[in-house]
């Protein structure tokens, strides 16, 4: 089967900084999608709108804003969203938008791990989309293209010193190797990747790092923000959502090839996580599927 979908090539040429449109529309048609440049998506007046961003699936209340990294497959879906006004900013810019040198900066630190969260997708809380809803309305005013890309800045570091985001696709799901300044933690990642359609043993992990295990325990969700077993449930969530949309397994197979070792647990794990049962979000990803 093939499991590409359509790649969008965005108006941005090299020599641009960013891409802004202001749509107003009556529904949602675009298939999901991905892209090689970073998205700041505004959505209001859009609730009951179904947001995809690599396998999180949600729905949306009035206002919605999230950013996207490269390559995230996402899209917006009509599902129960009954609304002739909705109101769609879209800005894309490229990666190196701040420079390498800049972004690596000290003052920038906040900025530089928004960014890098964004690989899976980020959406914001009520709270930062009210600080930064009038710049962004100001922003489709913006007749200068100097005072634009100053502006978009100030936003994007706005949005990340407030730093009220939450992570939104698996890393196992979009690919992305997890990075961490700790090489015990990083050690300790890459042998769950390696090995997460086995029985994984907090005694184990531990061993790796050097360490008691509930020293372990302390130190990983100190350097990660997780706990050891969420971080193996969402491996295996990612690589489960991978196989749910890429191939016609089972859901059962899928449960035993991805570590789990019950099928309903599976389906009671994957439903708190990603709101619904694997049979329901296989149907929602391939429905609005568009292969290339």
């Keep these: 089967m093939n499991t590409q979908i359509i790649t969008e090539i965005t108006p941005l040429s090299e020599k641009d900084c960013f891409y802004l ?11 999901i999608h991905r892209h090689v440049d970073f998205e700041l998506n505004f959505v209001i007046n859009a609730a009951g709108a179904r947001r ?4 999180s699936v949600e729905t949306i209340g009035d206002f919605d804003l999230v950013l996207i990294g490269k ?24 990666s190196d938008i701040f420079g390498d040198n800049l972004l690596a900066k000290n003052q920038l630190a906040q900025l530089r791990k928004m960014l890098q969260e964004s690989s899976g997708g980020i959406a914001f809380d009520a709270e930062s989309i009210a600080k930064v809803a009038n710049r962004l309305y100001a922003l489709v005013m913006e007749e200068s293209g100097f005072s634009g890309v100053l502006e978009l800045m ?15 696709s698996s890393s196992a799901f979009v690919s992305v190797k997890p990075s961490c300044d700790s090489r015990r933690v990083q050690k300790v990642q890459d042998y769950i990747n390696e090995h ?7 005694g184990d992990l531990a061993d790796l790092a050097g360490m008691t295990p509930t020293a372990f325990s302390r130190f990983f969700k100190l ?3 997780r706990s050891v077993s969420d971080y193996v449930i969402d491996v295996r969530l990612g690589h489960a ?11 059962a197979e899928i449960c035993y090839a991805c570590g789990f070792n019950n099928v309903s647990n599976f389906n009671r794990i994957f439903k708190k ?3 619904h049962t694997p049979k329901i979000f296989r149907e929602i990803y391939q429905h609005h599927k568009k292969l290339v």
């Design 52 to 55: 995809v961003v690599g396998d």
């Design 196 to 202: 997460y359609k086995e029985d994984i043993r907090l």
């Design 71 to 94: 390559d995230v497959e996402h899209g917006w879906l009509q599902h129960e969203c009954v609304s002739d006004k909705i109101r769609e900013i879209t800005i894309q810019f490229k």
């Design 154 to 168: 100030g936003i994007l570091h706005q949005l990340a010193d407030e730093g009220h985001y939450r992570r939104l």
């Design 223 to 225: 350097r990660t923000g």
């Design 21 to 31: 449109v202001d749509r107003y529309k009556c529904s949602f048609t675009y298939p």
């Design 241 to 251: 959502s991978q196989m749910l949309v890429g191939s016609t397994a089972s859901v």
């Design 273 to 275: 996580k990603k709101i």
